[in-house]
């Protein structure tokens, strides 16, 4: 014992206790791996949300409102000359930028009426000007609204009427666009397009007068925001039916979204590249944003290149990409190529990505960090799956528990009048939600002999709510009130209460990780998009030898989401026009929309409510084998329906037909 004691470098300096303390952390470490895995991850995710809850409030407590586009102006200050924006290789600094939307509101500032919180519709695709355009007309106070370039004829005089625009703005690329709406566009609306000369007399150019115009910016009052529920933006949805419709973006909804990049854990030396359409909040709000949130780089792309994109990230060492599931399954569907992992990607955020494709992924191009979130463009909910969890789209936890329930205990107590506590902007990044259990044959929420919705046990597939509330509004949709109303629940566990219907089913497991199952409703998602059956079968039945048309989504392997397919009735002593539904289908949809599948049935089989009944014809789908109907597909290389037999329709499951 003598001679231990003589080699230990700290002779009986070690109480007594001192092991059993080691031994009790190490304990204590080891029931937290086993029963509290994500404890740690859990505990850093709170922290960070706390963090910028507590940043958002602390500019309200000094009688502030920080918007995303004053962080844009302040870093236009702080470094101007650090690259903001890289498109086609030409590099666009904060200063740049902030310079050139100067000149767009100095235009509209001079060469309009335009006022505060007026409408200005935007119809662009991804290009430098989309983002001059946008923070120009923000800078004037304007609410804009992105117009989907896919979306043609009727539709878009729809969504351009829907949101009651003075000013509609149109891209270059999408004069022929415009030439197809303009008899029938409202006269009361001013057009401008992005060319420096025009050739109607109705239509004004804007680059001309923007080389002219002063870059000093217009007064700050124009833009200042009083309260961050105030609108800002119109986005456009399809939602669960019908023809597009304008959901409200408020300066809360972007702060939430930009803050998404670095909840993730981006910072301002990333490069984020972007290829999704700017209309679409993932790419304008969480891309854009977060890349003024973090004070970084974003690559543009105008439009998205499975076979470019490696090269793309290579180019412009990009370290953060944004995808839809669609987009990664383009990517692995690639020609394998050497040194596929020799590149600076460390993260990936976006949604919708397949198991297969996820893990599929990681294994072809390298240790890139998938951070898949769920949220929808007008909901009040959103889940980040900060853990990494392949397949789930978030998770709840005891601090997330924790905060809810005394949060709710705080609503209540004011509700009351015991009380008067203030509830902070903190509160905005926690989002009450609930499974409820779902009929699929009458397509409602099931409620129990009280009147009462139901909660589904963990495993079990459930609609998702999320309670509305002064911290938590819907904001909703632009001039429909019919339509915002049909998103909302109420009576749903309490008299009183009001819900968010996102019309998705979820699944929660025993370690309170969330599962996306499938929409509900009359809205399949392909290619990236929402489609809506009605608008799809509003265009079908416009042919003269169709008398119902009954659109659904029928499931594709190996293919993101649910393929087009319709369930046709023919008019009497009509027969079936092939190449006139062609014609019809890809002239008035976007090309996502139009229907790969036509099925020509005798009768529409309805339910007792008199709707048509789709739960069978989802199930049997589209193999000729064991349905009798007649069948076609939509062949685009032949750009023709034609005959779907059992030979195509092989090839379509083996994959070798592109659809």
Known sequence: MRAWDDLSPFPMLLPSWVPGVVAGIASLHLIQKLLFPYFWADLRYLLKVLLYGLRVESYRQRGKIVTVLDKFVKLAEKQPHKAFLICDGKVLSYQDVDRRSNRV?????????????????????????????????????????????????????????????????????????????????????????????????????????????????????????????????????????????????????????????????????DIIYITLPLYHSAASLLGIGGCIELGATCVLRKKFSASQFWSDCKKYNVTVIQYIGELCRYLCSQPVKDGEKNHKVRLAVGNGVRNDVWR?????????????????????????????????????????????????????????????????????????FDLIKYDFQKDEPIRNKHGW????????????????????????????????????????????????????????????????????????????????????????????????ANVYGVSVPDHEGKAGMVSLILKQNRAMDLEQMYKQVVTYLPGYACPLFLRVQETMEMTGTFKQQKFRLVEEGFNPSTITDPLYFLDNSKQAYILLTEEVYERILFGQIKL
């Not at 992005?194 to 833009?223: C, I, N, W």
């Not at 800002?232 to 809360?252: D, E, R």
């Not at 046990?457 to 709510?465: D, H, Q, V």
């Not at 749903?492 to 309170?512: P, S």
């Open 453 to 548: 919705c139901e909660k589904v046990k963990k495993g079990e597939a459930g609609l998702l709510i999320s309670q509305v509330s002064a911290k938590n509004p819907f904001f909703g949709y632009a001039g429909n009130k019919r339509h915002t109303e049909k998103k909302l629940l109420s009576e749903v566990f309490k008299k009183g209460d009001l819900y968010f219907n996102t019309g998705d089913l979820m699944v929660q497991d025993h370690e309170n990780f969330l599962y996306f199952w499938d929409r509900i409703g009359d809205t399949f998602r392909w290619k990236g998009e929402n489609v809506a059956t009605t608008e799809v079968s509003d265009v079908i039945v416009m042919l003269d030898f169709i008398q119902e």
């Open 105 to 269: 509101a100095q235009v509209f500032l001079h060469h309009s009426t335009l006022k505060k919180g007026d409408t200005v519709a935007l119809l662009m695709g991804n290009e430098p000007d989309f983002i001059h355009v946008w923070f120009g007309l923000a800078k004037l106070g304007c609410v804009v609204a992105f117009l989907n370039f896919n979306v043609r004829s009727r539709s878009l005089l729809h969504c351009v009427s829907s949101c009651e625009p003075k000013i509609l703005i149109v891209g270059a690329d999408l004069l022929g666009t415009l030439e197809e709406i303009l008899p029938n566009l409202q006269k009361d609306i001013s057009v401008w397009v992005m060319t420096k000369d025009s050739t109607s007399p109705s239509v004004h150019s804007l680059l001309d007068k923007m080389e002219d115009a002063s870059e000093d910016p217009v007064p700050v009052s124009r833009r200042s925001a009083s309260n961050l529920k105030s609108s800002v933006l119109y986005i456009f949805t399809s939602g669960t039916t019908g023809l597009p419709k304008a959901a409200v973006i408020s300066h809360m909804q972007i702060l939430k979204a930009a803050a998404g990049l670095w909840a993730f854990g981006a910072t301002s030396e």
């Open 360 to 432: 599929e992924f990681l294994d072809r191009f390298g240790a890139v960090k998938i951070c898949e979130f769920y949220g929808a463009t007008e909901g009040n909910i959103c889940f980040m799956n900060h853990t990494g969890k392949i397949g789930s789209v978030g998770r709840t936890n005891f601090f997330y528990k924790s905060l809810r329930r005394i949060k709710v205990v705080t609503e209540n107590q004011i509700q009351r009048g015991d009380t008067q506590p203030h509830l902070s902007y903190v509160d905005m990044f926690f989002f009450p």
